[in-house]
């Protein structure tokens, strides 16, 4: 293993976006096995802090490939591609109008207290994702096409942001 | 013999030798510790049997330090310096710990964790925990004839930062090698796992005396992954005594309760919520100091209405540690019930209820977490067989974050990271000029920094001067296996290492922040050095100051050999305050501290005495003058 490797060769997987989860977590388990600071627990003070920075450097790549959008956000760093989180926000209008209803939904929903309705919101918004995210492993994959992938990833930036905010909605509720 | 030399491929080729190490479970209640003996994990008991050691610690007035059973026995005797769920205040402040107002002890504010007066002392709830520990080491090295290679302590998934590192303290005052701080509730899924060769999704729920964890893991192929973990570091099976003690209060109108009866009635009440889980109806007779008479009966179903929203509290981190982890309830498997106040019968209905399934109660709730620890710590230790190894993947249970303007919370690393995790950060200037800069780590998950808790502060000082927003300075946050923060700073483009001055406010030590320090930039090191060493000083000038004024005082109240012994050590804190080592001079005034525990406590039983017989003194006094 090399330690400054990509995270798809750390883990000895092929750079793409549909990648085999569970080859992915078996990679992760067999390295932090290997890496693991439980496996120096009796080494000596420098082998021990080398385990730990090991084990941290594999957890970061797993976390990096685990999930579709940090995966997607590393390949298009990894093919040189701008995301454009922070300079390119400009959204066609009607994603942005689309946005604004699911907002305003959510925020009806966690102002009446509606449970219920808070959930359902969190199950068809899961639903869209899923599908986007298909598409996304089409134009990474088949058609290598990343100022497309670059476009629909920042949208779903948005709708993770989202779908984050009626879960933090519904944890409010409950705890109150 | 010949024989035992052939080895299998793969195997090494002498049986090796076989460390000592066991697990401590340091609990709220009870604390046990337990060993793997012959591939076999077991507790071990006390000369008389018994494997639970209460969390008991008296301070009495010969100077000794008694633990467990006898110190419990006094505890409504001697409540002042009997410290009892001394886990509640690890890494605490006053402002943190509930029921302040019924807890019969002489707290202190101190920076950082509050302070406990006792007669042998102002106690730091570290020094009482590793009094704790001492006893359970002592055990251990009679049970297993050999000094202890290590142990793995757990601690509740729940703890924050400061309450991990009291905890470590705590095992390093008591003499013990830590190998690893492990979550009580992944203990406890790696003994009943290990036990059961488990696969698929797990649910821990372990209410304790004082500390309530709910940890979602994924079993699979010797791997234990905690998927999320949640619960409640101030919730426990203390407040299910204390919800019985106000309803004693209230049911038998009884005036302010003085301490003796707070602790007397709070004994009654343990003991009533234990009958209740085999009987429908509990007596609860006491005799207070007044000679007021209490005599009542609590039926289990007032009991479960008393406390059916200390039930429901338990339930909100469930959901939560669900939703986290991504599951829903029928996607686990099954329910490890851990802790003693699991034997409620009210909390086993309501857990089988939320998981829509029968918890798994066939391991004593009581030893459950102690067994993990020790097969852990035999793994640590070293003491593996071929093919017995597993790995345990666990995370920091609340995000990790940083003071951003208008006092707001910028996440760092989220909640539920896998652990050993690090994250850079990098900060800039917003002045022309500036060459400072204050970094504030919190931790938790809410909004407003004052409603998480204060890890560290530091100022970043030597910054060359530039135009607004050129430095960069890289923060490196690492979290390491023990759930543990650290913390390194650098300036990048100039070359020149920023200074680090660290102001300790929860949780990082002394030397945790010279480490630190060392492991970062050389100006801070003598920086911080300056200061522990001037801070070293000031207090052991203070310290001789006051054993000088006392000696003057009280000079009979110590025999000639007890005298020599004081010379002696003020003598040689005298010396090394001349010097450069603060571990010289802190260890001086320890040593000074030991020697003049005992003087302490008779001027304080001396004045006492005169306190309360304060007229005749007075008298004794215009009797002189005449």
Redesign the interface.
Known sequence: MDFNADHFTLFGLPRVFNVDLGVLDARFREAQAQVHPDKFADASEADRRLSMQWATRVNEAYQALKKPLPRAQYLLHLAGQDVGAENNTAMPVDFLMEQMEWREAVQEARQAGQVDELEDLHFRLRDQIAERYAELGTLFDQQADYPAAADLTRRLMFLEKLQHDIDEALVALEDQ | MALLQIAEPGQSELPHEH?LAVGIDLGTTNSLVATVRSGMAVVLNDEDGRALLPSVVRYTPEGEVVVGIEAQAEQARDPKNTIVSVKRFMGRGLEDIGHVESAPYDFQVAPGMVRLKTRAGVKSPVEVSADILKVLRTRAEAALGGEL??AVITVPAYFDDAQRQATKDAARLAGLNV??LLNEPTAAAIAYGLDNGSEGIYAVYDLGGGTFDISILRLS?G?FEVMSTGGDSALGGDDFDQRILCWISETAKLAPLAAMDARLLLTKAREAKEYLTGHNEAPITAKLTSGELVNLKLSAEVFNDITQTLVAKTL?PC??AL?DAGLRPTDVKGVVMVGGATRIPAIQKAVGEFFRQEPLTNLDPDKVVAIGAAT?AN????NRNPGD?W???DVIPLSLGLETMGGLTEKVIPRN??????RAQEFTTFKDGQTAMAIHVVQGERELVSDCRSLARFELRGIPPMVAGAPRIRVTF?V??DGLLSVTAREQTSGVEASVAVKPSYGLTDDEITGMLQSSLEHAKDDAFRRALQEARVEADRLLEATEAALKEDPHLLDAGERARVDVALEKLRTVIQGEDRHAINHGMDLLALETNEFAARRMDQSIKRALAGKRVDDVKIGEEE
């Open positions: 460390k290679v290590g190998l690893r192929k791997v909100q959901k939560k939703r852990q793994l640590l230790a070293g190894d790995l345990l993947l990271s896998t652990i050993p995790v690090a690492q390491d296996a």
